[in-house]
């Protein structure tokens, strides 16, 4: 049985900053991630790092946002700045046992999300 818990969600105007955490309960992982799904779109990859601790990012999010682990606490964090509108969406914790790329289908293990708005 295993458990992954987000925090961090809420309404921030543009240009501002959240940071998402996600803790894993139950056992450790080697690949970590984050995807958002905007109402009527794609649950679409927005972060992920890897066993070794490379981490990957797309395009729409290079040089905004930061992914990073704390292994003592088994909680991986996405740090978002100068955040946009488009940005707007439910965001998800993933896990698995080995990183596997971008694709839904390579992520096993979901949290349930947490609401991140970002108005004006």
């Known amino acids: 049985q295993v458990q992954l818990v987000e925090s961090g969600g809420g309404l921030v105007q543009v240009g501002g900053s959240l940071r998402l955490s996600c803790a894993a309960a139950g056992r450790t992982f080697s690949a970590m991630g984050w995807f958002r799904q905007a109402p009527g779109k794609e649950r679409e990859f927005v972060a992920g790092v890897s066993g070794n601790g490379d981490t990957y990012y797309p395009d729409s999010v290079k040089g905004r946002f930061t992914i990073s682990r704390d292994n003592a606490k088994n909680t991986v964090y996405l740090q978002m700045n100068n955040l946009k509108p488009e940005d707007t969406a439910v965001y998800y914790c993933?896990?698995?046992?080995?990183?596997?790329?971008?694709?839904?289908?390579?992520?096993?293990?979901w949290g349930q999300g947490t609401q991140v708005t970002v108005s004006s």
């Open positions: 993933a896990a698995d046992n080995w990183y596997r790329g971008s694709r839904r289908e390579s992520w096993n293990y």
